[in-house]
């Protein structure tokens, strides 16, 4: 089992940039692929990023390519989000998650641990 910390949230100009990170406890943070969410009020839950065990996958959705990066440090059981050029419909509560299937999935449904998620919010 695994629980997720996030941290790095807040308000921002458009145009401005965030880093996001999540802290993992336990052992075997490098088993789990890891990803980030978001979820807007009134909106469900969608999928931002998503980085395999090893940091050797990635893959993003279409609204945040090439404006976002996701990484990861094994060592220290972190994974980031680099968020720059946000926009504000980037404005959501941003959650991290775990899940210890292969590969790069990015659906809510594959996930099977959640952080208490952080607010972003741009302002135009």
């Known amino acids: 089992q695994v629980q997720l910390v996030e941290s790095g949230g807040g308000l921002v100009q458009a145009g401005g940039s965030l880093r996001l990170s999540c802290a993992a406890s336990?052992?075997?943070?490098?088993?789990?692929?890891m990803a980030w969410f978001r979820q807007a009020p009134g909106k469900e839950r969608e999928f931002v990023a998503t980085?395999?065990?090893?940091?050797?996958?990635?893959y993003y959705a279409d609204s945040v390519k090439g404006r976002f990066t996701i990484s990861r440090d094994n060592a220290k059981n972190t994974v980031y989000l680099q968020m720059i050029s946000l926009k504000p419909e980037d404005t959501a509560v941003y959650y991290c998650?775990?899940?210890?299937?292969?590969?790069?999935?990015?659906?809510?449904?594959?996930?099977?641990?959640w952080g208490q998620g952080t607010q972003v919010t741009v302002s135009s």
């Open positions: 998650a775990a899940t210890e299937r292969s590969g790069t999935p990015a659906r809510v449904t594959e996930y099977d641990y």
């Open positions: 336990g052992r075997t943070f490098g088993r789990y692929a």
């Open positions: 980085i395999s065990w090893r940091g050797g996958a990635l």
